[in-house]
């Protein structure tokens, strides 16, 4: 890990979940602790990166030397991730964003209804912010993270294609001990060249590993 191996370029990272209001005290959200996303934030910062972390709501500290800019639903973050990008050599989308929302988030508190043991909540896509980034104008360096339960490698490269992306970094969300809400992750990462596995690690050294890799496809790119 070089120390200004990113100097003065600008990264943009989204973190943890996003929170769907269905009413004034309820929301839909999912088990992201926001730790993968912070550790690259840090990892960044370390690098020499000029980094702005756009987060969902999380228990963590923002590490030194970073932009916070904190949102709650998918549509903020997709606001927030659009004006961010303008200016920005790399976006790093680790955010687990529901991929839908309430078709509408009710005013008032809604109440049991006496007379029905079922309730139906319609719901509408969401935007798909790292797909809306890199198809920008100023298209940033694109990395995605996907979050699977099987297939892991196909299905990342499905996405490194539809998304059209310059790499993706897989990780197998079934497996204990790693992926959402762990102080661990192993990942594998997939590009056009093709894939590599990394090995387990804290997601602190994991970031570490993962800002090379990224810098020196980046640099090969630029
Ligand atoms: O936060 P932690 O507890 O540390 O957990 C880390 C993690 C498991 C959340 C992280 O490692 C991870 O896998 N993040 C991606 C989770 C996810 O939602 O993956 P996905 O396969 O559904 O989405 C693919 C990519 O598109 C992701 O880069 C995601 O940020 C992005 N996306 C998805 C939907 C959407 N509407 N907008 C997006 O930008």
Do not use: W
């Not at 996003?18 to 088990?31: L, M």
């Amino acid at each position: 890990f070089q120390t200004g191996m990113l100097a003065g370029k600008r990264v943009v990272i989204t973190a943890g979940p996003t929170r769907e209001a269905i009413d004034p005290v309820r929301y839909i959200s999912n088990h992201s602790s926001g730790k993968m996303g912070y550790a690259l934030a840090q990892a960044c910062a370390e690098a020499g990166a000029i980094c702005t972390l756009i987060s969902g709501p999380t228990q963590l500290n923002c590490p030194p030397h970073c932009q916070r800019i904190d949102v709650e639903s998918a549509q903020q973050m997709h606001e927030a991730a659009l004006k961010a990008v303008n200016d920005c050599d790399i976006f790093i989308a680790t955010a687990a964003v529901a991929d839908f929302r309430p078709l509408q988030a009710a005013d008032q508190k809604i109440k049991k209804q006496a007379d029905s043991d079922t309730m139906t909540l319609e719901m509408v896509k969401n935007p798909d912010i790292l797909a809306d980034v890199a198809n920008s104008q100023q298209r940033p360096f694109c990395v995605g993270f996907a979050a699977e339960t099987q297939d892991v490698e196909r299905y990342a490269r499905g996405k490194l294609e539809r998304k059209n992306l310059n790499m993706v970094i897989a990780n197998d969300v079934s497996q204990q001990g790693i992926g959402f809400n762990s102080d661990d992750n192993q990942v594998l990462i997939v590009d056009a060249k093709g894939s590599k596995a990394l090995d387990k690690l804290s997601k602190a050294e994991l970031a570490r590993h993962l800002i090379r890799e990224i810098s020196e496809r980046f640099q090969k790119a630029d």
